[in-house]
């Protein structure tokens, strides 16, 4: 079945540090992928979704790219805040799904140092 | 982001208490979800509602029953329940969910505690 898979966390930074957070997945068909950012004690916020292959996601200065050959949409930041402190989910949603069923990783922890 | 908003924020309830949890959506949406969110598991999907029907329940315990009486409203009522129930109760809506490019639109989240 369907399933996504990101990196273990915690990941912890520094402020102004670059932020890689891995993302692959496995799907039967042509899946959408999203990743939402949680942040302490709120709901899952969109972050960022691309829809086809070799689209880019971004928002907040956050980008990720739709690679269908490696099965991947690695999240990005070129340099981050203590604000950026938060969990975040790599999602995807696929026609082989059920019906409005988001398949969601684990989540990774980020903590951003000052 | 107020498009989706959920009362009340925290809950405490015992055992054989029964309680309610709501969720509206100001986007105009047609579809909703209740999703667990429980500490180290990946968020679960509980039930979907695609236009006031319900169209997925994922093996969802008895003790949780969903009533969406139209588009902008859902309401998770609950009795009986234990405390592994206990977890951060998600909804979210979305315009379709049978499009693949369908985004899903959290609200807060509602912290059950079962005592």
């Known amino acids: 079945g369907d399933s996504v898979t990101q990196m273990e966390g915690p990941v912890t930074l520094s402020e102004e540090a670059f932020l890689t957070i891995n993302c692959t997945y496995t799907?039967?068909?042509?899946?959408?992928l999203f990743w939402y950012v949680q942040y302490p004690g709120e709901g899952l916020q969109l972050l960022l979704k691309?829809?086809?292959?070799?689209d880019k996601g971004s928002n907040k200065g956050f980008e990720a790219t739709y690679r269908k050959e490696t099965t991947s949409f690695h999240l990005e930041k070129g340099s981050v805040q203590v604000s950026d402190s938060a969990v975040y989910f790599c999602?995807?949603?696929?026609?082989?799904?059920?019906?409005?069923?988001?398949?969601f990783g684990k989540g990774t922890k980020l903590s951003v140092k000052p | 982001e107020t498009g989706v908003t959920q009362t009340p924020r925290h809950l405490v309830m015992g055992m054989t208490n029964k309680k309610s949890l709501k969720c509206e959506q100001h986007?105009?949406?047609?579809?909703m979800y209740w999703y667990k969110q429980s500490a180290k598991k990946p968020l679960e999907l509980m039930f979907v509602?695609?236009?006031?029907?319900?169209?997925e329940n994922n093996s969802v315990p008895s003790r949780f029953s969903p009533e969406c009486p139209n588009s902008s409203h859902l309401f998770l009522h609950l009795h009986t329940l234990q405390p592994e129930d206990s977890a951060l109760y998600l909804c979210?809506?979305?315009?379709?969910?049978?499009?693949?490019?369908?985004?899903?639109?959290f609200g807060p989240g509602t912290r059950l505690t079962v005592l």
């Open positions: 999602a995807l949603s696929d026609w082989g799904g059920s019906q409005g069923n988001l398949i």
């Open positions: 986007l105009g949406h047609n579809a």
């Open positions: 799907a039967t068909g042509y899946p959408s």
């Open positions: 691309a829809t086809k292959a070799d």
């Open positions: 979210a809506s979305s315009q379709d969910p049978l499009l693949v490019t369908d985004t899903q639109y």
């Open positions: 509602y695609n236009f006031k029907e319900q169209t």
